[in-house]
């Protein structure tokens, strides 16, 4: 029914900047918490950063804390992640996810929808 579908990614030097987005396809959703987490080949997805479904808070993985800005555009039903200060160890598969009610889970069993990810590369 939905699909998330993420833009922005791209290759970039260590110490730029990057803003991802997130738009539903299907229909608009509402009352859903937005996340974004991110996967390296042969590692495991992991949690980088979250919005509750109210848009009341946020939660960031510490190592993109005060680098990293999740916020939301209601009337665009769009989420974004604004990344600053790359790292090349931010080099990874992005995934916008959304959850019904969602508070700002890091767990990604726990979401509804997913899209299927965008490269971020950071080089040296």
């Known amino acids: 029914q939905v699909q998330l579908v993420e833009s922005g990614g791209g290759l970039v030097q260590a110490g730029g900047s990057l803003r991802l987005s997130c738009t539903p396809s299907?229909?608009?959703?509402?009352?859903?918490?937005r996340a974004w987490f991110r996967q390296a080949p042969g590692e495991e997805r992991e949690f980088v950063a979250a919005i509750s479904w109210n848009g009341d808070y946020t939660y960031y993985e510490d190592s993109v804390k005060g680098r990293f800005t999740i916020s939301r555009d209601s009337a665009k039903n769009e989420v974004y992640l604004l990344m600053n200060s790359l790292k090349p160890e931010d080099t990874a598969v992005y995934y916008c996810?959304?959850?019904?009610?969602?508070?700002?889970?890091?767990?990604?069993?726990?979401?509804?929808?997913w899209g299927r990810g965008t490269q971020v590369t950071v080089s040296s």
């Open positions: 996810a959304a959850q019904l009610l969602g508070l700002g889970s890091r767990t990604s069993s726990e979401y509804n929808y």
């Open positions: 299907g229909r608009t959703l509402r009352n859903y918490g």
